[in-house]
Nanobody, 124 residues
């Protein structure tokens, strides 16, 4: 079992920045891939970014603006969000799954552990 808790959400003006954190506890965090997803009202949960084996992958909508990182010594993951837009408004979730060599997933169903989410609101 891996327990995940997000923090760092809030209200920010368009063009601003936020840094989300994901605190992990339980199993050895370094054995797990890290993913960030988001869900806006009335929409399905969608992929934002993933980190696996030192490789990163981003949704086209956030590429160049968001950066995923992690600190295994601290059992923590991060999502740095810059140049925020109103359409980035959503609940953001961190997720984890056991690493599979050479495979990085963007699919909700591939992740086994989820946090409860943190609200990000970007005003225009």
């Amino acid at each position: 079992q891996v327990q995940l808790v997000e923090s760092g959400g809030g209200l920010v003006q368009a063009g601003g920045s936020l840094r989300l954190s994901c605190a992990a506890s339980g199993r050895i965090f370094s054995s797990y891939d890290l993913g960030w997803f988001r869900q806006a009202p009335g929409k399905e949960r969608e992929f934002v970014a993933a980190w696996s084996g030192g490789r990163t992958y981003y949704a086209d909508s956030v590429k160049g603006r968001f950066t995923i990182s992690r600190d295994n010594a601290k059992n923590a993951g991060y999502l740095q969000m810059n140049s925020l837009k109103p359409e980035d408004t959503a609940v953001y979730y961190c997720a984890a799954r056991l690493s599979r060599a050479g495979l990085i997933s963007t699919r909700v169903r591939d992740y086994d552990y989820w946090g409860r989410g943190t609200q990000v609101t970007v005003s225009s």
